[in-house]
């Protein structure tokens, strides 16, 4: 006999109360479910689109029709567009008074904490989504002195109607793939941000996404602007109760880093495990300019979700540190891609992924180093746990590189909870489920601490959640 | 227009605009194929040694029953003018132990498939390869070690040089089965880049369907170690000279392993000659 049977680890789900309380749906409208020509033209008019922007969304939904979905990455073909219902307008106009939000929406938000954090000033702006648009939006007053904008993008259309036409949806273009093609046709809500040349905004923003009714798709667009020399940290979070019929997220996020600015986008997302979370994030990044993602991802049936960052001038520079927790159901596709196009410039990617009770975590990234980017370095690091045996772990990175000038490292491991370590712990007096869950959190703790203290809390709590009473 | 075949697969499909889902077999070959049986019988040990010298399709069947030990050496030194496949599949049952040298570094297009099962409890792969390529060489290699026995043990460690305008592709893929508890898996791959016109793509995969067992990979792409050339070079060595030996000494653990001593001569003189000339 080899060795002695070892201990497995048993996993029931979670207990998600906080997120699963659904609200009555009190929308004041629904498109039809299903895309057609018709509806896209309905959304337009009720969004009071300008006419270049309804000539967009029909040319996206005309590429939508001519793609075909992915062939690789998780089968998202249990997705039914004839069934999603692609706008939902919530019973309340957009306010920059909290007081004037209807109070079922209110309450939503404030179990999540959100005001809250506002009113501690430890946010600079809030904006918060319901469905399909924008309830609240709102910035210190400093800050609008200074010049940055902050606001939801149907706002922003109006206003700033030249910024928005000059970026909107160039990075991520309509025909890169099926659901940036969606995104075009039937986007609504999400924010947008501008920093003027030089204004560092020293505490961060956040928008969160709420999406509240059953079988509807939620594709809020984010568009970040920082200017040269400015500096900017972006939150958004995400959440949606539980329903036994698919929801989508198919968003779009788009952030342009000029020269010598600094942007750090750090997302918490806990959609409900009915989400198939198809969303596309893409930066730009400019003469020593910097890109930081912080990314968490907790929630959704589906994920696939690999934040891109372009170094596009002499010097940039990329950071990606990414935590993906996958339980029973679930299937997370998540990782980074980073081309390098410039001389000198930099990226670390850095994740952890941890699979339990039959839930399935899959690591993707891809490098480039381009042929003009000599001097170029890049240093990958990904570790996987897994906690048993149902569970699916797969790292699946690629390194292409054109220039003979760089420096490219990566490391990856695999593996479970050592022995070693639990019996270190229980000889100490801690007992083995928490000494399982002090090494869960250790493992994560590289991430958790590049987060703001209210979202390391809030990480730190879904993974106590999902760990909870599961070890054994 | 010849349609293109697809002579391997990655076991796991990934963004297109990558290229590295699929090995396209050489166009100009056609689909005979030369195939050689191996079969090593229950507690034997053996090793061959096959130096293929003509482009053309090789196909390779080993089989060690339980107990059993191979090593198997490959050196593909086609002409350049030519291209050539190699495809190469492996079963080891209980507590076999196949150990592989492969040399990839002749034809214009090469494309090479290892498929190692290692099927059954304490089986283990112990696999080295080496690759270069110069000139407008094309090389596709798709190495695969499948753990499906409790307690297997996989090594893979690659070793390359690229120059000129070559292009390369390294697949190196360990897969963890369900049930293969108490198996470990070693993945490396250094590449060392000597021109600004190579291509050098990696993809180092590790799928897993099992919580105990121990895996790593690891990928170091780059230019050359400027210390150690400085030091060669205030040596009294030329450029030229000074990058051959570090070449050299980077791919001499895997050139080490070759037992005959004219064929290790022969593709050391290769590497040699193209490094220093190319």
Known sequence: ?472 | MRETKTFSRIPMRTWRWLGVNDLPAPADLDDAIKKEQILVQKGQRDEIVRAFRTGGNYEVQVHLEAGAALHLVLAQLAPQAESCTCRVRVRCAADAKFAATLAEVGARHAAAELFVDLAEEGAGADVWGLYFGDGEQKLDLNYVIRQGGTHTDANMQVRGALKGHAEKIFRGTLDFLEGSSGSVGRENEEVVLLSDGVRNRSVPIMLSHEADVDGHHAVSVGKMDEDRLFYLMSRGLDLAEAQRLVVEASLAPVLSRIPDAALREEIDQFLQERITNG
């Open chain 1, 1 to 472: 006999m080899r060795v002695a049977e070892k201990k497995k680890t048993y996993v029931e789900d979670i207990e998600r109360t906080l997120y699963d309380i659904r609200d009555a749906d009190n929308a004041s409208y629904k498109s039809e479910t299903g895309l057609t020509e018709e509806i896209i033209r309905d959304i337009s008019a009720r969004k009071h689109d300008p006419a270049w922007m309804l000539d967009f969304r029909l040319k996206s939904l005309a590429t939508y029709n001519s793609l075909s979905l992915p062939t690789w990455g998780p089968d998202v073909s249990e997705l039914n567009m004839d069934e999603i219902v692609t706008y939902v307008r919530p019973n309340a106009k957009m306010t920059g008074n909290w007081q004037e939000v209807p109070t079922d929406i209110k309450n939503t938000f404030d179990r999540l904490g959100i005001p809250e954090a506002e009113q501690k000033q430890s946010l600079a702006g809030v904006g918060a989504q319901y469905d399909s648009e924008v309830v609240y939006h709102s910035i210190q007053e400093d800050l609008v002195k200074e010049g940055v904008v902050y606001t939801d993008m149907e706002t922003a259309l109006t206003e700033h109607e030249d910024i928005v036409k000059t970026y909107f949806m160039t990075l991520v273009p309509p025909h890169d793939h099926k659901f940036a093609a969606l995104h075009g046709a039937v986007w609504s809500g999400g924010s947008f941000v501008y920093v003027p040349e030089g204004v560092a905004v020293k505490i961060p923003l956040q928008s969160y996404f709420r999406l509240n009714a059953a079988g509807a798709g939620q594709f809020e667009h984010t568009l970040i602007i920082v200017e040269k020399g400015a500096s900017l940290h972006f939150i958004e979070g995400c959440s949606a109760p539980k329903y036994n019929v698919t929801n989508l997220h198919a968003g779009c996020v788009e952030l342009f880093v000029k020269e010598g600015a600094r942007l750090r986008y750090s997302t918490i997302e806990n959609w409900s495990r009915n989400m198939m979370n198809l969303n596309t994030k893409r930066a730009l990044v400019e003469k020593d300019g910097i890109i930081e993602w912080v990314s968490g991802s907790f929630g959704s049936h589906v994920s696939c979700l690999y934040p891109r960052s372009v170094l596009r001038g002499e010097g940039a520079r990329c950071e990606f540190t990414g935590v993906t927790f996958a339980s029973k159901g679930q299937n997370l596709d998540t990782g980074a891609s980073v081309i390098h196009a410039a001389p000198h410039t930099s990226s670390t990617i850095n994740t952890r992924t941890i699979s339990k009770a039959g839930g399935k975590a899959t690591y993707r990234s891809a490098v480039k180093v381009t042929k003009h980017a000599p001097f170029s370095k890049c240093s990958v690091n990904c570790e996987s746990l897994m906690l048993d045996s149902a569970s699916r772990s797969d790292t699946l990175p690629v390194m292409d590189i054109e220039a003979s000038e760089v420096d490219v490292g990566h490391e990856a491991k695999i593996g479970r909870i050592s022995d070693e370590a639990i019996f270190y712990l229980t000889s100490r007096g801690i007992d083995e489920d928490e000494a399982r869950a002090m090494i869960v959190r250790g493992f994560v703790e590289p991430i958790a601490k590049e987060l703001p203290l209210e979202y390391a809390v809030e990480m730190n709590n879904l993974v106590n959640m999902e760990l909870e009473g599961t070890m054994g």
